[in-house]
């Protein structure tokens, strides 16, 4: 959204309560289920827009409701413009998941691939001081910090010990992690989730959006306005206090910390202890 909305001349700040950048995300996978995406079709995967249409409905189960029709027809309407954005306009680049099929494959309009894409690896030497300020990736998902990818470079790794080519594969990769170690005191080659907040930070530096860690969203400020409240500014604390940012076009919400809260926990549901 950052990203988008500095491509469009909107002036940008991201607000992020950690001290570095990139969360849960920086640790997760990386795919995102966009079916009819442009990496599909440029290889010849092409469906009816009405099969992950129907594949939802059987998922998330029937009938909808009018505010879940909507939020599902604008996800499979805008996430393919989505991809196409980023690939033309920014950093960040996909691989396709054009093997891969949906996780309940034996449900009525399954997809057995062409549904997801990945964030490429990402060179993260292009962020120069800003790779310090993301989140690692998670040492239990690395070999000795470094970051593998699902597909070819996981079997390269698998398959060391049985194949010449894949042994190289896998010197070249370690060989570039230990200089990495020494030059910048971390892996750089970025996989998965890591890749993907990597290069979106490369994208939202280069739109000159402003970047404030350890900055929390503690409160929104609304106007009423023709009798309608509308959202017009941020209330964020920070290290030096307190913060009020008034916003001329909107404030997004992209967070999930609602398991952290203990005490909107205990207003939705019972919570024993041992």
């Given at each position: 959204a950052a990203v988008t909305a500095a491509h469009l001349g909107m002036k940008v700040i991201v607000a992020e309560k950690a001290q570095r950048l990139g969360g849960t995300t920086a640790w997760s996978g990386g795919w995102m289920w966009i079916p009819r995406n442009p990496l599909a079709r440029e290889a010849g995967v092409h469906e009816d827009p009405?099969?992950?249409?129907?594949?939802?409905?059987?998922?998330?189960?029937?009938?909808?409701?009018?505010?879940?029709?909507?939020?599902?027809?604008?996800?499979?309407?805008?996430?393919?413009?989505?991809?196409?954005?980023?690939?033309?306009?920014?950093?960040?680049?996909?691989?396709?998941?054009?093997?891969?099929?949906?996780?309940?494959?034996?449900?009525?309009?399954?997809?057995?691939?062409?549904?997801?894409?990945?964030?490429?690896?990402?060179?993260?030497?292009?962020l120069g001081a800003d790779l310090a300020r993301i989140e690692p990736p998670l040492p239990p998902n690395t070999l000795w910090g470094m970051g593998i990818a699902a597909g070819s470079d996981l079997r390269h790794f698998i398959n060391a010990l049985h194949s010449w080519a894949s042994f190289k594969h896998v010197a070249r990769r370690l060989t570039r992690h230990a200089i990495d170690r020494l030059v910048h005191g971390q892996g750089t080659h970025m996989v998965n989730g890591h890749a993907l907040v990597g290069a979106l930070v490369k994208s939202a530096t280069a739109a000159q959006v402003q970047l404030w860690t350890q900055h929390a969203g503690v409160g929104l400020l609304t106007d009423t306005q023709a009798g309608a409240e509308r959202v017009v500014g941020a209330e964020l604390l920070g290290p030096n206090g307190r913060l009020i940012v008034r916003a001329e076009r909107g404030v997004v919400l992209s967070c999930g910390g609602f398991p952290r809260d203990v005490a909107r926990l205990r207003e939705q549901v019972r919570i024993e202890t041992c």
């Open positions: 009405q099969a992950p249409w129907s594949y939802l409905q059987e998922e998330l189960g029937t009938p909808w409701g009018q505010p879940q029709a909507a939020r599902v027809q604008a996800l499979l309407r805008h996430g393919p413009a989505m991809v196409d954005f980023f690939r033309r306009h920014t950093a960040l680049q996909f691989i396709d998941g054009n093997a891969i099929p949906d996780f309940h494959g034996q449900r009525p309009h399954a997809g057995l691939g062409g549904r997801s894409v990945c964030a490429a690896p990402f060179d993260g030497r292009a």
